[in-house]
DNA sequence: AATGAATGAGGCTTCATTCAT
DNA sequence: TATGAATGAAGCCTCATTCAT
């Protein structure tokens, strides 16, 4: 992201790696501005103005705006996927398990608010730049398949008691999660309070976790 | 600013009338237009062409398209909070009261889809328009009033052992309802599971209501 | 100009006083206006709005923007040929008249700096509404005929010796009250002087006079 | 800026004199516009029309309306500072060379009334734009300086009289010539005299010399 | 004599994109 | 691989003016 300055080398693939660089410094600048402002309310010109390349170039290596922003969607995404290829919970009783999953996506989302913005806003566009998308269709998500087997073993051992099947319980879990970072202005100017504030993130993020597990294990009139 | 019912006065007021139409008009076009793309993505000419009326009056009623769509959103709100003041659920027991709480806020969210994508727009403008508007700021919510009693009278008959205020537990049953429709889009694309079919409608209104209890009543380990 | 309460009159012309109460302010303000920001930078519904009445009383009672601005040009040039028409000078001898001819001039440009500006605006539109308006075309000015006066008695007596008429005489003392004023800002962020500074008058006032009597005097070789 | 005549080179450059040529023929036709209507009365699209280009380069090489004002009024005096550099009197005695240089005036007040009346439409608006702009900020005047010497030379010994420094001097030349150019179209409606007619054209350029000398020499009372 | 509502034409500006080199 | 110049369509907004009452 920051331009380094290596030697420049005589053969080889000099130009490849600049090409690389270049590309990766558009989607890391593009990420930002969608993410600030929109699709429609980003502008290529100021992405192009805050790059090290100019206008041209985006063109050149991605087409257009539109797929720029596919691509800005298609790297964002691939990064929350390796995040949830490292979950490491399984070595965890159920109940702990979930919480610690639950507390790692909390975790993954705070520090991400622009990918949620970025989902925010796809979701106004009705999804259509990852349903366009080859690398997103039905792409899903590693950490279901972690769910789906913390659920099986609770539910074995008699601890889980609810029906919910991991892609309900990950919406679940995702929920809170999400609308504490992508809702916090609105709720924060209408109700006078900080979803993020940092004194009450514990706070957030054991209720979080008090939830989901509650909602698991409670008993339940035999319906 | 609603479609008003008076009757036709012998002189006067028809042009008022006229006006009051002429600017709920537009707002209604807007509130679609807006909520379909975006603020930055809106035309003005398109809503205006949506209108029996011109873009000139969109100018000589609001302002401009940064007060119009103030003007939508501070509508779009005031519907919400008249719906929160005809909630009547205080009759009913702490457990059951909570539950019709929740499932009225997923119904609700469930009918103004519109209202749900304003409010994720205008977080991505960071509730600047909120923030601006004499009629938004810190305009609170009916519904908190309400739930801060049921919460109140939950505790003492010891039902409820959490440790929420009405604001968190407002935010944690919206969060659900908010995401649900919010997000349908990605979470459809990228999961394959349609948040919002009608099929599943009631399984998750259950589920809502489940987990909300769950968390309230659950057992605490004394800390 | 302020709005005067006085007690509502039965019958009589009290309308009519009214409508030339409105019809003056209307004009106030539109001198105000134009003369700030020229013909065109002027609007309507500014002017308007600084006025006790609306936007329509305009067009009711001087049919559209332009001959608005020539009414206005009209009062303003009536003003002043009124303050011509009191010139008394002639009981001076040839050069203390002219001189102090040259002073008044002066003194009526430093007084009204509206009307330079639109007479600055009006050369702009090369004197069209002017040549338009039945009360303009040709007024002549008071001054030239006192002008004509002097220059006859001075020439007489041998006291003037230059070969000017009255018209380029009056041109002569008009031009530098005129830049004086009307050029004063760009003159004096070009050259950091200001030429209406009040500590500078007496100086300027002087200079014009002396300059106006050495023209007329002066020695002349035999042509 | 202006054309530059450049051979063309081997490679490179084709465009870059195109955009000079660009740049210089939209400030072209931008000053007959804004000369001939002033700055609010101007219209881009009009200015666009009359060039080989489209609006939109307006914007891509000035920035807007305002800047392109500003950079015609840059020009006009760029030019007419160039033409003061050529000034040449020096080598007459104080009496001629004052003369000439108020001719010199006359003569480029004559032929450059458009840039008489983009001085007055500056001075409608202040001097704004001299004032934001950093080339022409207290810019003063080359003639200045030749002023100043003459002035100082002619004192010395004993020809002039008069109590003027050069700016006050160089006012006092400039009003008439700007005056007249200036004013000539109300002036010619009302009194029915054309100060730029040609055939008076001598009258007045030897009425200016005799005018400035006169003042420089006339006999002063002991004050 | 007065007014709020309405209007069509046109104003300035900006957009994503492409061209020639 | 890279770039400054160029573009047409469309964006938001404002103008002087008129209408119905």
Do not use: W
């Not at 257009?64 to 979950?87: D, M, P, S």
């Not at 004194?199 to 294990?217: F, K, N, P, Q, S």
């Amino acid at each position: 992201m920051t331009s380094v300055d290596e030697p420049a080398r005589p053969h080889g693939n000099g130009r490849l790696r600049d090409a690389a660089r270049t590309r990766a410094e558009i989607l890391d600048v593009a990420t930002q501005e969608f993410a600030r402002v929109g699709y429609a309310g980003a502008r290529v010109d100021d992405i192009a103005a805050r790059t090290s390349t100019t206008k041209r170039m985006i063109y050149y290596y991605f087409g257009g705006k539109e797929q720029l922003f596919t691509a800005v969607l298609e790297r964002a995404y691939g990064v929350i996927r390796e995040a949830e290829q490292r979950l490491d919970v399984e070595h965890l009783d159920p109940v702990a398990a979930i919480r610690r999953l639950a507390e790692l996506t909390f975790d993954h989302h705070e520090r991400h608010p622009d990918f949620i913005r970025l989902v925010s806003i796809e979701n106004i566009h009705e999804a259509e730049h990852i349903a366009a998308s080859e690398k997103l269709g039905r792409i899903g998500s590693p950490a279901l398949d972690v769910i789906r087997r913390i659920l099986a073993s609770g539910r074995e051992s008699g601890l889980f008691t609810a029906d919910v099947d991991a892609v309900d319980l990950h919406a679940l879990i995702s929920s809170f999660c999400f609308f504490r970072v992508a809702n916090r202005h609105t709720f924060g100017a209408l109700f006078g309070r900080d979803l993020v504030d940092p004194d009450r993130r514990e706070h957030y993020r054991t209720m979080l976790g008090d939830m989901v597990i509650a909602y698991l294990t409670a008993e339940r009139s035999a319906d």
